[in-house]
């Protein structure tokens, strides 16, 4: 018996060893699949979503999102705010420092927030900043980078001064662009900082490997705070611009999450993968854009015709599968406080808008023997195909001859950007907060997202008193709704759907939390 037993205990022990060697502490990998690649990966040259899931992972801001999108201390562990809603004052995270081991000071929070608004930087989120004291001055050339409402009063302590209250101030802060960055590096290799082996970063991971149009590997920072909780050891960031070869590499194993799928396979998908799929609302808009300094779409009217003609209930169910909503304004609902402001057509019967549609193109010249011709611009994706297709098809009785121009998302993203020339183009907008002003931002004179170039005085106007409104939210919320029926008159952007997440997620990682923001760090993410 005791020779059995102790045979026994022997195995027993040696299959604890080899379960320890091969599983206990083998290597978490979550392989991310993305719809695509990042621009750039500096936090204060980037604007998209894919960009936006990368930075929370590499770096982290004073305050960071959790699983549910809520907000929770990051690089600050506290903070106070004054009496008069205009100077947070935030306490650093004793002890933090950056991946090459440098302590995280407040002194790189004020370096960022001068850069982001240096006009050097170009930066294309500079007027998020706007609401601190002079940092629109300084964008405009108007004033240097230390004038900027941001000052270290010792290494862990930052305090921040506004213009007015700003009641979206500390979500804000959870956008990339008002990450920290590392000034000796930034100045050691300037536009080479970001790269594999330059990098210093603050966040759950660092950068190991970048290779375009293949992955980008992340690993596990080990000198972050919280890294004893941050159970995925590597997450591969896997573009599929291609959303059904995407599909094809989840059910091969090969990605454990992905961030789109081709609506017109939905049907087919929820039978397959059943709660696998996940949809639900997310608090964004899916729009057009026209270039609004070039002829014709200068005409407020053509601009008016081309909207009222395309029937957004179609496209929301034929092309995307009742997986999304039709959209008249330019803010989603669901914010608390606010009433949207939308097109006056939008109770209009489609057949009514399209003899109005009609008429308007005949009153500025067009018709069968002058027909008006436009140009469709969206970046890779079956859905944005599609979308573009069906408008094709709509716009056609009307004597429209619309053509189709795709690029990657890099490249159409970029050349909207750099304004370059265009007629119409797609583009959709997530919050960056949960406040109407970042839908309504983004159509600003001073705004580099503004790929639309409207301009318009009265819209300005009523966003400037509703930012000096401050925290009185009922007139605040009032004048931003006027300022919403402005863009909406005026057809400064074209809403065409309001955005739900679609997201495959194995049975395997648990901690990917559904939410309005659609945001999944992967430091809350564990894999089994």
Request: net charge negative.
């Amino acid at each position: 018996m005791k020779i059995q037993t102790g045979l026994k205990s022997w195995l027993v022990g040696c299959t604890m060893l080899v379960m320890t060697a091969s599983g206990a502490f083998a290597e978490v990998v979550y392989n991310r699949g993305s719809s695509a690649d990042p621009e750039s990966l500096d936090p204060h040259k980037t604007s998209t979503t894919y960009e936006a899931d990368l930075l929370r992972d590499i770096f982290m801001g004073l305050v960071v999102q959790d699983a549910k999108a809520e907000l929770i201390p990051g690089a600050a562990e506290s903070w106070t705010v004054s009496a008069d809603g205009t100077v947070y004052t935030f306490k650093l995270r004793a002890g933090a420092t950056w991946s090459n081991g440098d302590p995280v000071t407040a002194g790189d929070f004020v370096f960022a927030f001068q850069r982001l608004q240096d006009p050097a930087t170009a930066a294309e989120y500079a007027s998020m900043l706007y609401p601190v004291k002079n940092a629109e001055a300084i964008n405009q050339g108007k004033a240097k980078p230390e004038e900027i409402g941001a000052k270290a009063i010792d290494d862990m302590t930052l305090e921040v001064t506004l213009n007015a209250p700003t009641p979206y101030f500390l979500e804000m802060l959870t956008h990339q662009a008002t990450y920290p960055v590392h000034r000796a590096t930034v100045e050691k290799f300037g536009n080479e900082w970001t790269k594999p082996g330059n990098i210093v970063s603050n966040g759950a991971y660092t950068l190991a490997e970048f290779v375009p149009n293949d992955h980008i590997k992340l690993v596990k920072n080990p000198k972050f705070y919280d890294a004893a909780n941050v159970q995925i050891d590597t997450v591969n960031f896997i573009p599929n611009e291609d959303r059904s070869a995407a599909i094809k590499r989840y059910e091969a194993g090969e990605l454990d999450t992905h961030d789109d799928m081709p609506t017109e396979q939905l049907a087919d998908i929820k039978a397959k993968f059943g709660d696998q799929v996940h949809i639900g609302p997310y608090l964004g808009t899916y729009y057009y854009t026209f270039k609004t300094d070039k002829s014709p779409w200068d005409n407020v009217n053509i601009r008016r015709a081309v909207s009222m003609a395309i029937d957004r209930e179609f496209i929301a169910e034929k092309v995307w599968g009742n997986s999304m909503i039709p959209s008249y304004s330019m803010v989603p609902p669901g914010i608390t406080g606010y009433e949207t402001s939308t097109f006056d057509y939008a109770e209009m019967s489609q057949i009514d808008r399209e003899d109005a549609a009609k008429k308007l193109l005949t009153e500025a010249g067009y018709g069968p023997d002058k027909p008006l011709k436009m140009e469709i611009r969206y970046n890779t994706s079956e859905n944005h195909k599609n979308t573009a297709v069906a408008i094709q098809e709509q716009l056609k009785p009307l004597g429209v001859e619309v053509t189709l121009l795709n690029t990657d998302t890099k490249t159409h993203y970029g050349h909207l950007e750099q304004k370059g020339d265009f007629d119409i183009a797609r583009a959709g907008w997530i919050a960056d907060y949960k406040d109407p002003e970042t839908f309504l931002g983004i159509s600003r004179k001073a705004s580099a997202n503004n790929y639309a170039q409207y301009v318009s005085a009265e819209f300005e106007g009523l966003m400037d008193k509703a930012a000096a409104a401050g925290g009185n939210s009922g007139e605040r919320m009032k004048l931003l709704s006027q300022a919403e029926a402005v863009l909406m008159r005026d057809h400064g952007q074209i809403p065409l759907l309001y955005y739900s997440y679609h997201n495959l997620v194995s049975a395997k990682i648990k901690g990917f939390e559904d939410n309005v923001m659609n945001v999944h760090p992967t430091r809350f993410i564990r894999k089994e």
